[in-house]
């Protein structure tokens, strides 16, 4: 089983490639249907917030362990502005791209933990993870 893989994302394409990587792994892994879904939709928000907001950035995949748990970690990451404020960013509705403003808020409801390290000017790392149940 591939335990580990990074996607460019600089291009729609990225993000298409980005979602098929997650879907594939996430099946090795052993999720079911509805959760391979979930982590698929997780890693497009994730991919497309770095398509809209950056030049470029990537989406890094790992099956990740913790005593019997086992699970997915996505790894956004980029170095484009960074989030400005993250409490609005984080809020339901809000969009900086006059979408529906469901992107993080939404990828974090998703996943089963979620982080996200920003610093305006230098870049925004997300880190997400699905345990399999």
Known sequence: MRTQSSVEIGTEWGIVSARQAGRELSKEVGFNNVDQARIATAISELARNIYLYTDNGMIGLEVVERGC??????????????????????????SSSNGLGAGLPGAKRLMDEFDIESEPGKGTVITAIKWLR
């Open 69 to 94: 748990l086992k699970g997915i970690k996505i790894v956004s990451r980029d170095e484009g502005p960074g989030i400005e404020n993250l409490g609005e960013a984080m809020t339901d509705g809000h």
